[in-house]
């Protein structure tokens, strides 16, 4: 099984590096926060990845036998919110009509849909040491957040989300032809889309927000329905979970200062052991607000219920 942690590309740290490999964690993944200032994040992330002192934690995390990967919602960067004023029509159609632009843009658009491609190629050459696997999601927000124009509304939420998807994969195999392309269940995407099917190598990232965290999945009777649909239609090759188990942003409410955090080992190993019998063999969990600030406060975070 590949066991992956991602955590907030400012919280990276020798320790942090060590305590996974300790682990057996084989994926570090650095995820830039989410919400509406998501370009911020990703932006300054991309400013660590350039300091010779960042890349050197890098090239220490892959001397260690961790691999690294890159998460993000990505949309809003992808098509500048600058454009706006000059070009609505890149942007989407809420449920009232409008233009906006917040969230994502109109997946029907030709021309912004060439942005969002090249902005991607771009941001593909800046993942300092990165595996393949590209994870450009749309907004963090999805609830409500797809486009209602005369030819997207014809189209599910998971569909336009899969409209873009294809693209990507197909724009990155240009110069990267063993680029792979996740496809995030995610709120309103939790469905398979219905009238788009996935290009080769668009793979399966299933993500389930608004479970109960309290509860393991067998516990809170989870239906396994919906799952086996998605990984009926996106194949088990490839496909993943990512799960919130050590994530103490979501226990503390996406605000800082971070709360003490303790990961309920029995709950983790038994939705591992659900996901294992439905077929997933790629395990995530976000792990983060686990940094510098949080041990300062409560000491090293523990995530031996991984192993």
Known sequence: MVKRLLIH??????????????????????????GEESPKHIENMLYLLKTDAY???????????????YEMHA??????????????????????GERTRRMNFCFSNPEAM?????????????????EPNYYFWLDDDQKGSGCQCEKCRAYSFSDQQ??????????????????????????????????????????????PIERDMKKSLRAQNADAAHIEALIAFFGKENARVLEYWFDNSYFSSWKKPPKPFRADGALVKEDIDFYSRLGFSNIASFACFLGEDYEALYGSADISAFE
């Not at 890349?55 to 990967?69: C, Q």
């Not at 060439?114 to 990165?130: G, V």
């Open 55 to 69: 890349r050197r934690l890098l090239d220490y995390a892959v001397s260690s036998g961790l691999k690294i990967e």
């Open 9 to 34: 590309p400012e919280e990276l740290s020798i320790k942090w590096i060590d305590r996974m490999a300790q682990h057996g964690i084989d994926v570090l993944g650095l995820h830039p926060a989410g």
């Open 75 to 96: 949309a809003s960067f992808l098509v500048d919110r600058k454009l706006f004023e000059s070009h609505p029509e890149y942007f989407r159609m809420d449920e009232t």
């Open 114 to 130: 060439e942005i969002a491609l090249s902005s991607a190629e771009k941001l593909a050459d800046q993942l300092y040491a990165s």
């Open 162 to 207: 899969l409209l873009f998807e294809n693209a990507l994969i197909k724009r990155l195999k240009r110069n990267r032809p063993n680029a792979k392309v996740s496809h995030l269940a995610y709120y309103q995407a939790m469905r398979p889309p219905k009238a788009v099917i996935p290009e080769t190598d668009i793979f399966l990232e299933y993500a």
